[in-house]
């Protein structure tokens, strides 16, 4: 089955600062690829995902890439506020045949520091 | 706030027993997802639901079992409950369609702690 890797665990930045979380799947045929923020005693949110046909993408502060040929992706979020302080989550889905389950890394505290 | 709800918010119970958790998926959406979130685990996918029938299933144990209603809430039934079950469980719907890679929008999740 699918394996997610993610790096770094924990992740200390200063207000403004830019931050990148990593991620690797080892499922050649996942196709999708979510990430979640995810607060203190609350669900995981949908932050930004991405899918195989796309290189990258774009949200206000917020970006995705995919290297499909080396199965790596990443999170990159700029000028980074307190409130980006959270849980992040990567995850991979395979596509086709209506199989849509996820496959979630272990996660990435970030800290941003004022 | 998702659209997804889920009930009770904590849950406290003894080894041995069962419990039952609630999830209403978001209006329009016909699967539903559970998932276990526990520290050393982290997210683990458990089983899916669509349309009142069983999609797909993940590491989900024996004594763990799910249903999908009619009116699309879904219940996860938890029994012979151990100390190692107390985790954050959560439930995530989605529309699904048969080409894959749906979002999945996830609950606020139920804490249960079993002493």
């Known amino acids: 089955g699918e394996n997610v890797e993610q790096h770094p665990s924990t992740l200390s930045v200063q207000e403004g600062d830019s931050a990148v979380i990593k991620c690797t799947y080892s499922?050649?045929?996942?196709?999708?690829f979510p990430w979640y923020k995810q607060e203190l005693g609350k669900g995981p949110q949908l932050i930004i995902d991405?899918?195989?046909?796309?290189g990258e993408k774009k949200d206000q502060r917020i970006a995705v890439t995919l290297n499909k040929t080396a199965k790596h992706f990443s999170l990159h979020i700029t000028e980074t506020q307190p409130e980006d302080s959270a849980v992040y989550f990567c995850?991979?889905?395979?596509?086709?045949?209506?199989?849509?389950?996820?496959?979630f890394g272990k996660g990435t505290m970030l800290l941003v520091s004022p | 706030d998702s659209g997804v709800t889920q009930t009770p918010k904590h849950l406290i119970t003894a080894t041995g027993q069962r419990v039952t958790l609630r999830c209403s998926p978001r209006?329009?959406?016909?699967?539903v997802y559970w998932y276990q979130q526990s520290l050393d685990q982290g997210l683990q996918f458990l089983i899916q639901?669509?349309?009142?029938?069983?999609?797909a299933k993940g590491n989900i144990l024996e004594r763990f079992s799910a249903q999908q209603f009619p009116d699309l809430h879904s219940e996860l039934n938890l029994s012979s409950l151990e100390l190692g079950d107390s985790a954050l469980y959560f439930c995530?719907?989605?529309?699904?369609?048969?080409?894959?890679?749906?979002?999945?929008?996830f609950g606020p999740g139920t804490r249960l702690t079993v002493l």
């Open positions: 995530a719907s989605s529309h699904f369609t048969l080409s894959g890679g749906d979002t999945q929008y």
């Open positions: 499922d050649s045929a996942s196709n999708y």
């Open positions: 991405i899918r195989s046909n796309v």
């Open positions: 995850a991979a889905s395979p596509r086709g045949s209506g199989y849509s389950t996820l496959t």
């Open positions: 209006s329009g959406d016909l699967s």
């Open positions: 639901y669509y349309n009142g029938e069983e999609r």
